[in-house]
């Protein structure tokens, strides 16, 4: 079973850079696609970013839009969300996903069948 680690979160101000990383602990292979996702307290899961395998094609959320990148690494199993002028309604904890069923760039959260455990990102105002 693939296992995903997220790493990177924290409490920031408001307008404050955070960047998280994804690792795995088994072999990602390069076809997969890759996403971050999160979740506010008392609400669902919610899409933020994709990459898709080659990493050069990329989605993110409407919300999030000009402010996070999203990258990979190749051969490294790695993958990266960059997040500039945070906001307090980014408050959340995020997750990393990879999917095995597509190498496509997806928003849908029922694409993705691994799961990292989330990081803590907390910004204040």
């Known amino acids: 079973q693939v296992q995903l680690v997220e790493s990177g979160g924290g409490l920031v101000q408001a307008g404050g850079s955070l960047t998280l990383s994804c690792a795995a602990t088994?072999?990602?292979?390069?076809?997969?696609?890759m996403g971050w996702f999160r979740q506010a307290p008392g609400k669902e899961r919610v899409f933020v970013a994709t990459?898709?395998?080659?990493?050069?094609?990329?989605v993110s959320a409407d919300s999030v839009k000009g402010r996070f990148t999203i990258s990979r690494n190749s051969g490294e199993s790695t993958v990266h969300l960059q997040m500039n002028g945070l906001k307090p309604e980014d408050t959340a904890v995020y997750y990393c996903?990879?999917?095995?069923?597509?190498?496509?760039?997806?928003?849908?959260?029922?694409?993705?069948?691994?799961w990292g455990q989330g990081t803590q990102v907390t910004v204040s105002s």
């Open positions: 996903a990879a999917s095995t069923r597509t190498g496509v760039a997806s928003r849908e959260l029922q694409w993705y069948d691994h």
């Open positions: 088994e072999r990602i292979f390069d076809a997969y696609a």
């Open positions: 990459i898709n395998w080659s990493g050069d094609q990329t």
